[in-house]
């Protein structure tokens, strides 16, 4: 019912930029709020780690490495959410997921099917 799909991936430079979206539908879900948003990478042969992540309240906690680089954001009412990537670098090649935390009674956290990026000149 709930689905996420991410949108924005592809090839860039190193030292550019690069934008990723996030679309959430819901479908006939009623009574519920977006929790925790966040973006996740995956490289080749590593583990899913944790970009970006924003809270309800706007919070945001940033992996190091992207710190001062990318850039999460969130609009509740359109259900999206993006990640604004700087300075890109070869190591930041992966393939990008975004999640997001509905909560009715109770929380679920919802993945889309992930969006790749390739930084190389």
């Known amino acids: 019912q709930v689905q996420v799909v991410e949108s924005g991936g592809g090839l860039v430079q190193p030292g550019g930029s690069l934008d990723l979206s996030c679309a959430v539908s819901?479908?006939?879900?009623?009574?519920?709020?977006?929790?925790?948003v966040g973006w996740h990478r995956q490289a080749p042969g590593g583990k899913r780690e944790l970009v970006a992540q924003m809270l309800s309240d706007g919070k945001t906690n940033y992996l190091d490495s992207v710190k001062g680089r990318f850039t999460i954001s969130r609009d509740n009412d359109k259900k999206m959410m993006a990640l604004h990537m700087d300075s890109l670098k070869a190591e930041d090649t992966a393939d990008y997921y975004c999640s997001v935390d509905i909560q009715t009674g109770f929380r679920v956290t919802y993945w889309g099917q992930g969006t790749q990026v390739t930084v190389s000149s």
């Open positions: 819901t479908g006939a879900l009623a009574d519920y709020t977006m929790g925790t």
